[in-house]
Structures are given as structure tokens and as C-alpha cells.
């Protein structure tokens, strides 16, 4: 049973930066593309950021570039999102998700993605 349980949220002032986790467990880790979304009060859940199987490839959405960096460490089942420069609209619940088809490429719908985690808070204070 795949299990993912982020960490790292919290609240901060605008300008500030935090580190999101995603720890995976139940399967082979290193084998599976992950992504990051965000789901903000009253707003659909939306893509952040991407990873391929890897590593070796990342994807963000536009309004995070820059500013957000994508990382894994396979051999701690983690994912990371280090987050930097966060503006109030980054608020939001964070969650990350991982496919279920293997050696997969940066996915960047919901659809993609498998399973979940239960979110994060992050707030970002002006």
C-alpha cells in the first residue's frame, strides 16, 4: 500500500522561504514520477511542480519558476519542494502524489497520479 505523508508547512512572511517532504512508502520509491500541487481556499487544486522518475528532469508551473526547485533523494524515499520568495498567493494546502506506472516522465495533471497525500498547510503572511 502506497502511503505519502508530507511535512515542512507552516506559517511565514512573505519574502520567507520554507521546505516542504513528502515521504513515500509501500513500494520501490526510486521507479515513479512525483509531483507537488496546491489547493488555496475556495480555488481548484492546481500543479506546482513535477519530477521524473529520476530526477533528472523537473517541470513548474509558471508562476512558481524561479522561485520553487523540485528534488528527490531516492535513497530516502523523499521528496523535497524548497520553497523561496513566497508571496501570499502561495497559501494554500500543499500536497504531493506520485503515479502508478513506472520509469514515468514529469506528469503535470491530477490525473496522472495515483495517490496522495493529505496535504500541508503553508501560509504566507503579507
Known amino acids: 500500500q502506497v502511503q505519502l505523508v508530507e511535512s515542512g508547512g507552516g506559517l511565514v512572511q512573505a519574502g520567507g522561504s520554507l521546505k516542504l517532504s513528502c515521504a513515500a512508502s509501500?513500494?520501490?520509491?526510486?521507479?515513479?514520477?512525483m509531483g507537488w500541487f496546491r489547493q488555496a481556499p475556495g480555488k481548484e487544486r492546481e500543479f506546482v511542480a513535477g519530477i521524473n522518475w529520476s530526477g533528472g528532469s523537473t517541470y513548474y508551473t509558471d508562476s512558481v519558476k524561479g522561485r520553487f526547485t523540485m528534488s528527490r533523494d531516492n535513497a530516502k524515499n523523499t521528496a523535497y519542494l524548497q520553497m523561496n520568495s513566497l508571496k501570499p498567493e502561495d497559501t494554500a494546502v500543499y500536497y504531493c502524489?506520485?503515479?502508478?506506472?513506472?520509469?514515468?516522465?514529469?506528469?503535470?495533471?491530477?490525473?496522472?497520479?495515483?495517490?496522495w497525500g493529505q496535504g500541508t498547510q503553508v501560509t504566507v503572511s503579507s
Open positions: 502524489a506520485t503515479e502508478g506506472r513506472r520509469w514515468g516522465a514529469v506528469r503535470t495533471t491530477q490525473e496522472e497520479y495515483d495517490y
Open positions: 509501500g513500494r520501490p520509491f526510486s521507479r515513479y514520477a
